[in-house]
């Protein structure tokens, strides 16, 4: 039985294919869900206005990734970063495929609610709308989304332009760049036996939570989901999760660093 009460709420579905969309639209509305639909991220920020407007509630927006002229990253970050009206904790549910994993990355770092693959079956769906629902991410500050690319746009600029919104969303502020940390090296005279250990190898799971990432996390094919630096966060942990269920040929385990104490001061 599903935790989620769908019955009189609005869904967002958003998908440039109309069997997909309506395949989601049916599980939706055969247990009385009212659904607001659309063919891409334009459409759906602009319908999502609209009905924010007219006083409805929307409950969660269910997207596919790839869509023109705005995908579905476009669509998430606009949300994360915030258009009057749309709350930036808005549930989001996307799509994904074996092909796409190359984009998945972008979606977990602007905190993706759930993945689901295509074709969904109801279970896929209602056990997301639950995780959306029951374990939300923590949220970021609307500029730490902002700054994370998202390919089709070169910036939220010009998502904005595409969307016909200009002067939605105020213009994020140039801050000094962050100094990246060096590792330290190696002294001289020091053999490899005494070489500090700098990273190890653990599981997806509560065991790598807030820990960063010392080599890229890829798909068998190579492709980088997960790139090096990255901080584990809980909601990517289970997106991550999210992915072995649609490929198990996915790496079970991460390489991450080793934090090492700090050198006391004399």
């Known amino acids: ?48 206005i609209e009905a924010v407007t007219e ?35 808005m549930p989001v549910i996307m799509f994904t495929a074996l092909q796409g994993f190359d984009l998945v990355g972008s979606a977990m770092a602007l905190d993706v609610n759930a ?19 029951y374990e939300p991410p923590e949220f970021q500050e609307a500029a730490d989304y902002r700054r994370i690319p998202t390919p089709g746009s070169d910036d939220l600029d010009n998502i ?13 502020k140039e801050e000094e760049p962050v100094t990246p940390e060096v590792t330290k090296p190696v002294e001289d ?7 500090i250990k700098t990273e190890e190898e653990v599981g997806i799971g509560p ?20 790139g090096c630096d990255t901080k584990l966060s809980k909601n990517m942990i289970n997106r991550m999760k999210d992915l072995r269920r ?3 040929d996915l790496p079970q385990m991460l390489w991450v660093r080793i934090e090492q104490p700090a050198e006391s001061k004399s």
């Open 207 to 226: 065991v790598s939570m807030g820990r960063i990432l010392s080599r890229d996390y890829t798909s068998p094919s190579g492709k980088i989901i997960l």
């Open 160 to 172: 904005v332009r595409k969307l016909g919104l200009d002067g939605a969303i105020t213009p994020l």
């Open 55 to 89: 006083g409805k509630q929307i409950e969660a927006v269910i997207t596919d990734l790839n869509m023109l002229p705005v995908n579905g990253l476009e669509l998430l970050k606009s949300i994360r970063v915030g258009f009057p009206g749309i709350p930036r904790t």
């Open 1 to 48: 039985m599903c935790a989620v009460e769908v019955e009189g709420k609005y869904f967002v579905v958003v998908d440039d294919e109309d069997f997909s969309r309506f395949a989601v639209e049916r599980l939706l509305t055969k247990r009385n869900a009212q659904i607001i639909s659309a063919i891409d991220g334009a459409t759906a920020i602009k319908a999502m």
């Open 115 to 133: 993945f689901i693959p295509k074709p969904v079956s109801k279970n896929e769906l209602y056990t997301a709308l639950e995780d959306a629902k």
């Open 189 to 195: 005279g020091q053999t490899e036996e005494e070489e």
């Open 246 to 248: 649609i490929d198990p």
